[in-house]
């Protein structure tokens, strides 16, 4: 898997030049912020989880303010569930059942596919503003489980999650142009997951995420 997304971006990279009229590219690292939301009382949301999203992004304007804006990047996320109640995970290897008041820290990677709409202002001086909203399909590619409990450090937990996960997202931010087409960007980005995250059934879990946006247009 991990080296078919490898030759994805790979030729991505390549066959940009021959697609670029019309469209504005650009390259992205954005630290994120991410957390787990359960719609149960007997599971509680315990910590957040740091982690980062790289890749590519495509504005495709339609009008002198106004793009299609898709991409695709690699998502690092997650977060924390404490059980206060008996349950069980899912691991590759088998089911490991969990005792009460258990912490599960769940680390996740997406490849993340998000598509909205974004709205420019006319460039005023060097900077230019933007707001967007739309989105996001995430696919499951890795999944990393650790228990305060049950001696379960780092686990694959494949099983337990979600191949998709789908949220909506809303944004803006600011871009300075530094010579030609060329900018750079930054800005904030909340998604919110509207699919359960796990496999349990038992219950539904969602992921939240806050995207620092770091990156350079062309």
């Given at each position: ?37 359960p ?10 989880r ?89 696919i ?12 379960i450090?780092?686990?694959n ?18 871009e ?43």
């Amino acid at each position: 898997m991990k080296k078919r997304i490898s030759l994805y971006f790979l030729l991505l990279f390549v066959t940009l030049p021959l697609f670029s009229q019309g469209f504005r590219f650009g390259i992205f690292a954005d630290p994120v912020i991410s957390w787990m939301n359960p719609d149960v009382s007997s599971v509680d949301s315990k910590g957040n989880r740091l982690g980062f999203n790289i890749g590519l992004t495509v504005d495709k304007f339609f009008a002198k303010n106004y793009a299609f804006a898709t991409g695709l990047s690699m998502l690092n996320t997650g977060g924390s569930l404490f059980f206060e109640t008996p349950s069980s995970l899912k691991l590759n290897s088998g089911t490991k059942d969990l005792p009460m008041n258990t912490k599960v820290t769940y680390k996740l990677q997406y490849l993340h596919i998000p598509l909205g709409i974004k709205l420019c202002t006319n460039q005023i001086g060097y900077n230019t503003f933007y707001g967007q909203l739309g989105f996001n399909t995430m696919i499951n590619v890795k999944a990393r489980g650790t228990a305060s409990s049950g001696g379960i450090d780092n686990e694959n937990i494949g099983k337990e999650i979600n191949l998709l996960n789908l949220a909506y997202h809303i944004g803006g931010g600011i871009e300075y142009s530094i010579g030609g087409n060329t900018k750079l960007s930054a800005g904030l980005v909340y998604m919110n997951g509207f699919t359960d995250v796990t496999s349990r059934g038992a219950d539904k879990v969602i992921l939240n995420n806050i995207l620092i946006k770091i990156g350079v247009m062309f």
